[in-house]
């Protein structure tokens, strides 16, 4: 599929990637895709389903990663089969890039690995679209190095995510302005509401966040010129296996979207 395909920007004032953080099971991917896709379509919304088969950068080490490489894709599979979604998930490694990207519509760089040379010019080779999450160490200037390494591979089918900056200890804060800096690199941008209320490490084992805050900055994404909206979300997040701290449920997600689509439409008539 070409990015024009999944996100159909020509038509639609606003993409959506929505799903858990890391897949707990086939029955709740399932289940939550199939609600996402039926909400995103009575909004005319398009819809890519994301959920990690390895979450590889957990705060602690006994946390729960997820099924792994070849559980993790069958269940990808599924969504994609049963449900007639888009699919993304994260690769942390070049050796998972060919195989998963078989799989998935869309392969998606972590934000700790935005700069890893092999790991964006391997997604790059597969063809398929990449979505580059801006490292929270990174300006968004620097985003337009990681665009061109996945370009240098012959595949101008990238997408940036904006995921808010490190600011001091266990806090991150998000600067609109970046959004309109990655604009210009020719690609679309995406705006993660979720991740972006998160406090790194701040439980000690695990991150902390501030979900409450999530339709805040998403409405203010959206306003500034957010192409796309990326959100975890989760029937019960707080018994959601990994960041349960920042994810939103299912019906938060959908009111979400509800909005930020008014405000998607009303940016048309600025100038």
């Known amino acids: 599929m070409t990015l024009q395909e999944i996100i159909k920007s020509e ?19 399932l289940s939550i895709a199939r609600f996402m896709r039926d909400r995103c379509r009575e909004l005319g919304l398009p819809y890519i389903f994301k959920a990690s088969f390895d979450k590889a950068n957990r705060s602690a080490g006994s946390s729960f990663r997820g099924p792994g490489l070849v559980d993790g894709l069958a269940v990808l599979r599924r969504v994609k089969e049963e449900v007639g979604v888009p699919v ?42 990449v979505n580059i ?74 991150s902390g966040g501030n979900p409450k805050l999530a339709p805040l900055l998403a409405r203010a994404a959206v306003a500034a010129g957010a192409d796309g909206l990326f959100i975890e979300c989760h029937p019960e997040p707080a ?22 689509k008014a405000i998607a439409e009303l940016r048309k008539t600025w100038k």
């Open 11 to 29: 038509s639609a004032p606003l993409f959506v990637i929505a799903g858990p953080c890391v897949i707990e099971s086939a029955e709740l991917c």
């Open 88 to 129: 993304l998930t994260d690769v942390h490694e070049t050796e998972q890039v060919a195989t998963a990207g078989a799989t998935v519509d869309v392969l998606q760089i972590p934000a700790f690995l935005a700069r890893q040379t092999e790991l964006l010019m391997a997604c790059g080779r597969t063809g398929k679209v």
């Open 133 to 206: 999450k801006k490292g929270q160490f990174m300006s968004p200037q620097e985003m337009g190095n990681a665009v061109e390494k996945v370009r240098s591979m012959g595949n101008a089918k990238v997408m940036l995510t904006e995921r808010g900056t490190f600011f001091g200890y266990n806090r991150l804060v998000n600067d609109m302005t970046a959004l309109a800096v990655m604009r210009d690199f020719g690609v679309p941008v995406v705006f993660d509401a979720t991740h972006s209320t998160q406090q790194p490490g701040g439980m000690g084992n695990a």
């Open 239 to 260: 018994k959601a296996k990994s960041d349960a701290s920042s994810m939103v449920t299912l019906e938060a997600a959908a009111r979400l979207l509800g909005e930020c």
